[in-house]
């Protein structure tokens, strides 16, 4: 197992992040995002001295809209059920631009060679344990995570097999592997793997993991319930529902040909979960 819980604000989203504003010239620099993404944003946009807001889905954790608000950054709640993250993206920069404002940047979570490339920086810590592991299991919304580390597996010449692991409810990924394109959901799934709640992989991401992934598993909302209380009980971890799919995934799959005789690694992509939530998680 290896843990991003203790990445500076308590995910991976850290090194897209920081690695996406180094590499940025913006003034003012916009995402929409369910939370970890925005908050990494906001804090690295803080240690350069940039301008950040975050549009951020009304169903979003609290912890995670406060977090925003705790960097300095501007967290603004969007209905996704109305209009498309997208649509409200575009909605807030037109406002802004006849506001005067021109330099202003909009930064995908996942859809960014910038943040793949932070994120692949997952897998340079892992090389010195390279011989423990020969699959890795990772959570998969929008794609970032887990086409920077197959990036990431390429460039340290690492061969391993590679499974995402989304909800069932949300398995686009799946779906798109299955089929050889790229397919959305209908609508933004209402998981309880809040981080995961995108509508597809984003373009850059799937002409990676079209070919780098494996196969992409998927498991229920109550096999990744189980999976945070087992986080908790076995290794004293608190684990947002995102960060628990890996786990879900190996305690679902284990015992099949795909993981028997496996020495397979589990990313914990995150630990940002509301306390009311997680409260109700271990009960």
């Known amino acids: ?37 925005g908050q990494a944003l906001a804090a690295a946009c803080e240690s350069e001295g940039r301008k950040c807001t975050v549009l951020m889905p009304a169903t979003s954790a609290r912890v995670k809209v406060e ?17 498309t993250r997208n649509q409200w993206l575009e909605e807030f920069i037109a406002s802004r631009q006849a506001a005067g404002e021109n330099e202003i940047e909009v930064v995908s979570p996942f859809d960014d060679d ?27 919304g ?14 340290n010449s690492l061969s391993c097999t590679v499974y995402g692991v989304e909800p069932s409810i949300a398995d686009d990924a799946a779906r798109s592997l299955k089929e050889g394109r ?8 209402l998981t309880i793997a809040d981080g995961v709640r995108t509508l597809s992989l984003g373009e850059r991401n799937w002409k990676i993991l079209k070919d780098g992934l494996n196969g992409v598993l998927t498991v229920e909302e109550k096999e990744i319930e189980e999976a945070v209380r087992l986080y908790y009980e076995l290794a004293n971890l608190k684990v947002e529902p995102s960060g628990a799919l ?5 305690k679902k799959y284990r015992a099949t040909e795909l993981l028997a005789d496996r020495k397979p690694l589990v990313i914990v992509s995150g630990g940002n979960v509301d306390a009311a939530v997680y409260t109700e998680l271990l009960r």
């Open 67 to 83: 977090a925003v608000k705790s960097f300095g950054a501007r967290a603004e709640l969007v209905d996704v059920t109305l209009k």
């Open 114 to 140: 910038r943040v793949i490339e932070g994120n692949s920086s997952l897998v340079d810590d892992l090389v010195p344990y390279s011989d423990r592991f020969d699959t890795v299991l990772i959570p998969v």
């Open 182 to 189: 790229l397919v959305a959901n209908e609508t933004e799934p």
């Open 246 to 250: 890996s786990l879900a995934a190996l």
């Open 1 to 37: 197992m290896v843990s991003e819980t203790f990445q500076h604000t308590g995910s991976f989203k850290f090194r897209a992040a920081m690695n996406t504003v180094l590499n940025s010239k913006a003034e003012h620099l916009v995402t929409i995002s369910s939370g970890n993404f």
């Open 142 to 155: 929008g794609g970032g995570l887990a086409s920077g580390v197959v990036q990431g597996l390429q460039r």
